[in-house]
């Protein structure tokens, strides 16, 4: 029946209550102890019951119960504290404020992504990226980094996991009921509400925009479910990935597109873009469209701007994780910008093609994302290292390690993770402002005079409390398939609070190989069993891609083992793998095992998320452990080898994981002092969180991404559009100009005065005489470039040494000539080569032009 008019009905809430209303509508209430305190106050099991949201808390709790507590004194008092911290906090002198406080223009960074992984309650994300996306946020609300944030409000969001009889995943959808979560419909000035349309072939689409409040950082969420929308178009915002390749291009068009007119409907002047993962790319091309048609750039020119002004960021290990759309089914889409932009159908597709050449080749959002960037990262070094390699044939004239695709490793907001209890201790001990501060601060030290008891009595509550919330998240499972009483009431039984607990959750891919600890099933009972005092026990969980048949398969395969070996109450799988399991899971284990094929994990998080808490990593060199302290924080399962045979590759990293645990694990955590302490485990925690902590840490990473990425882009923004666009308009001029002269620059000779053997440090003087065409010397930078020569004649881990421009000869043949010498023996190279020049280029890269010597 539908009805004749709709009404969004708030809580009455008594006068005394009313801040309550402020603290449920902004997150931060994720991250401040007193104020969750606060909501798991008013009604325990009902916080629990609503994946701990205070709006429907709010919503569903007696009136009774509101009367009650607007009488109790101590209540009161613990919501003004929490709001008075909620004030202090947004008006807070932040780090930014102290680095750009002098700023004489306002900035305003713009951040997309597909999925953002918040709260329990507002479930749109499916994994990793989504939830470092929320975690960013936060981040940076606490720098005070002027962010805001767009992506889209799924109806369903990503599926609920269940299991059946047989162990195979299935997925059910609920759906999500907006205006009971912590979100503000946005609306204009009239009362109306706040829509954008786009436009799609045949028909407009509308999508009204939703706000979620997290700290100082408002980000928005475009939602499609609405009249006058036809039944598909409203499901456009129905799924997160979900549908066929058609209706993964209506959401990103909607995500890139609806979200910069989004934007612009609610008047942010955004001068700094970055795309989190190629989902969003075709933001790209509405911002072209509107500098051409809103400020009278030419193509070039408003393609310049964006460009200059734009971070992308990948997570993507591999070519088959991007999207890849045909020739054809882009052009139906998105060609109109092509005739907006005056282009022929092979140079609008050439924007999006990693090979140009090939006119059959897709349409890729990475290579469009890439090529319209200026500052290009992958999130580990290790993952930067396998992005330039993927990514080397959009610059395929310069050396691999050259590929201008940098790193920016992963972090996570440590006051979301890092368990209560242990919060306390860390302010107790180091202070209130130990989640943002730095590596080098010697707060870090203070670690060491945490009492091993007071750390060692946090983590074995930790455990249980895991414990019990894994025991009920069986039960509630089991009763919802149909179980028997008799495995309910089993399903009580399982793990022991007491022993040692390796845990295991993320996506199940099968490259991360969920079951590779299970591949020798009599060595791993043995240990795990061991004997009454050295027991092992694992939790496992995770979720399956709908689609992804073989993840499915091994989530049955570990199933089926466990019920064969006998382990049900040893080794348990969690279904439903979410944000509540997971931070139950990061402080209550003992072992975070991690074992994907290296280099497949682009970074990873849940292990940083452990080791906040003082957990012990156990992994493959891969992501962000290859980096870390993996010998004082945990252990590594091999040396960072990569293998061509999966078979020999398993068998190898298995047994090298056994004899971690039967040699070393095992022990260490067993060996107790005589006041019952481990006292070298212990000592092992506190590495972890004295190491890691402030490394692996999204405050760090931020200040990774402001002042290498959104500074520099800002400053770009502001030098290329004042004087009404001057700057912009003369280098989009100048880069005409060079790709017209480029091809005639010849390089006559080049003197070296030296003979064939040299002598370690010897000055050599080396003389070139280059013919710039059309071009002067303030465009160009010409390099020698020196270093080993390998046994297949290239030279490796070269160096860039800049030559004098020395004026020109009787020929207007300019001369250049620098001084080299070489601080190792053996077999040497040298070469010499032609960038272009420019000061408002992003870098010598940017025009992808590079002249070597032949």
């Known amino acids: 029946m539908q009805p004749i008019r709709t009404f969004n009905v708030s809580p009455a809430l008594p006068e005394a209550l009313e801040p309550l209303r402020k603290l449920a509508y902004n997150l931060h209430w994720d991250w401040n102890v007193e104020t969750k305190d606060l909501f798991r106050r008013l009604d325990r099991k009902l916080w629990e019951s609503t994946r701990h949201n205070p709006v429907l808390t709010l919503g569903m709790i007696s009136q009774a119960r509101l009367e009650e507590v607007a009488e109790d004194d101590g209540f ?6 929490a709001s008075r911290q909620l004030d202090d906090y947004l008006k807070e002198r932040t780090w930014y404020r102290k680095h750009r406080g002098n700023s004489e223009e306002k900035e305003c960074y713009a951040y997309f992504c597909a999925e953002y992984g918040l709260v329990d309650c507002l479930p749109i994300y499916s994994g990793g990226l989504g939830v470092l996306a929320g975690d960013h946020l936060k981040s940076a609300s606490d720098l005070g980094l002027p962010l805001v944030a767009v992506g889209l409000l799924y109806q369903e969001g990503y599926c609920a996991q269940y299991l059946n009889a047989d162990g195979w995943q299935q997925e059910r959808y609920p759906i999500n009921d907006f205006y009971n979560m912590p979100l503000h419909l946005e609306r204009n000035a009239d009362g109306s509400e706040v829509r954008v349309a786009v436009e799609y072939p045949g028909r407009t689409v509308y999508a009204r925009v939703w706000r979620v409040q997290v700290g100082t950082v408002s980000l928005y969420l475009l939602d499609t479910n609405i009249e006058p929308n036809n039944p598909y178009d409203q499901d456009i915002t129905d799924r997160l ?8 291009i209506h959401q990103e068009m909607m ?14 002047k955004v001068n700094v873009y970055h795309l989190n993962e190629g989902h969003s790319a075709f933001l790209i091309l509405e911002r072209i469209r509107r500098y051409m048609e809103e400020e009278g750039l030419s193509f070039a020119e408003a393609k310049q701007l964006a460009q200059s002004t734009q971070l992308f960021t990948t997570h993507t290990p591999v070519s088959a994780g991007f999207d890849l759309f045909p020739p054809d089914k882009a052009m139906y889409y998105v060609g109109h910008y092509a005739n907006i932009f005056g282009l022929s159908r092979e140079e609008f597709l050439g924007l999006g093609r990693e090979d140009t050449g090939n006119l059959a080749s897709p349409f890729s959002m990475a290579a469009l994302a890439i090529k319209t960037s200026s500052f290009i990262n992958g999130v580990s070094r290790l993952h930067g290292d396998v992005s330039r390699k993927m990514f080397h044939g959009l610059w395929s004239d310069l050396p691999l390690d050259e590929v201008p695709i940098t790193s920016i490793t992963n972090g996570v907001h440590a006051r979301s993770v890092v368990a209560k209890a242990n919060q306390e201790l860390y302010d107790r001990y180091l202070g209130p402002n130990w989640s943002s501060r730095k590596a080098e601060d010697p707060l870090w ?3 060491a005079s945490i009492p091993d008891e007071e750390l060692w009595r946090n983590h074995q509550a930790c455990r249980s409390q895991m414990v019990m919330s894994v025991r009920e998240r069986l039960q ?12 309910i009431d089993r399903a009580h039984e399982v793990l022991d609070p007491s022993i040692l607990t390796i845990g295991f959750a993320r996506r199940f891919a099968t490259y991360k190989r969920a079951n590779l600890f299970m591949r ?5 009972k043995k240990i795990i069993q061991g004997n009454k005092e050295r027991k092992v026990q694992f939790v496992i969980s995770g979720k399956a891609h709908p689609k992804d048949m073989p993840g499915k398969d091994l989530i049955r395969d570990i199933i089926h083992t466990i019920r064969e070996a006998g382990l049900e109450n040893s080794v348990v799988f969690v279904p439903n793998y979410d944000i509540h399991i997971a931070r139950l899971m990061v402080s209550g284990c003992d072992i975070w095992l991690n074992t994907p094929r290296r280099p497949r994990e682009a970074s990873g998080t849940s292990g940083m998320k452990g080791s ?25 399962i091999g040396h960072g080898e990569e293998y061509d045979n999966p078979e020999y590759e398993d068998e190898i990293e298995a047994n090298a994981l056994y004899e971690l645990m039967e040699k070393e694990i095992v022990p260490l955590f067993y060996n107790r002092d005589n006041e019952g302490l481990p006292r070298g485990w212990i000592a092992k925690m506190k590495d972890a969180i004295r190491l890691n902590c402030p490394t692996f840490n999204t405050a760090r990473m931020l200040r990774d991404y402001a002042m290498r990425g959104y500074f520099p882009a800002s400053e770009r923004y502001k030098a290329m559009t004042s ?3 001057q700057p912009v308009k003369a280098l989009a001029q100048w880069k005409q100009h060079l790709f017209e002269q480029w091809y005639n620059i010849k390089i006559e000779d080049i003197d070296i005065a030296a003979a064939k053997d040299l002598m370690v440090n010897q000055t050599v003087a080396v003389k070139s005489r280059i013919n710039l065409a059309g071009l002067t010397a303030d465009d160009l930078q010409i390099e020698l470039y020196q270093g080993s020569v390998n046994a297949d004649g290239q030279i490796v881990n070269g160096v860039p040494v800049v030559m004098d421009y020395q004026g020109t000869d009787e020929h207007n043949i300019s001369i250049y000539t620098a001084d080299i010498c070489y601080g190792a023996s053996g077999l040497q190279g040298l070469s010499l080569r032609v960038f272009p020049k420019h000061k408002h280029l992003s870098s010598l890269y940017e025009p992808g032009l590079v002249l070597w010597a032949s």
């Open 76 to 81: 009161l008092a613990q919501m003004e504290r």
């Open 241 to 248: 990935y979900g549908g066929d390749l058609d209706m993964r």
């Open 255 to 268: 995500l890139g597109i609806g979200g910069i007119r989004a934007l612009k409907a609610l008047g942010y």
């Open 445 to 447: 030290d203070r670690v």
């Open 476 to 487: 509630y499972h089991l009763r919802d398939r149909g179980a028997t009483s008799a495995e």
């Open 520 to 524: 020798d099933l009599d060595r791993i």
């Open 612 to 636: 906040m808490n003082g957990l012990m990593n156990v992994s493959i060199l891969d992501g962000w452990w290859d980096e870390a302290d993996y010998v004082r924080t945990g252990w590594p």
């Open 723 to 725: 004087e009404n666009y």
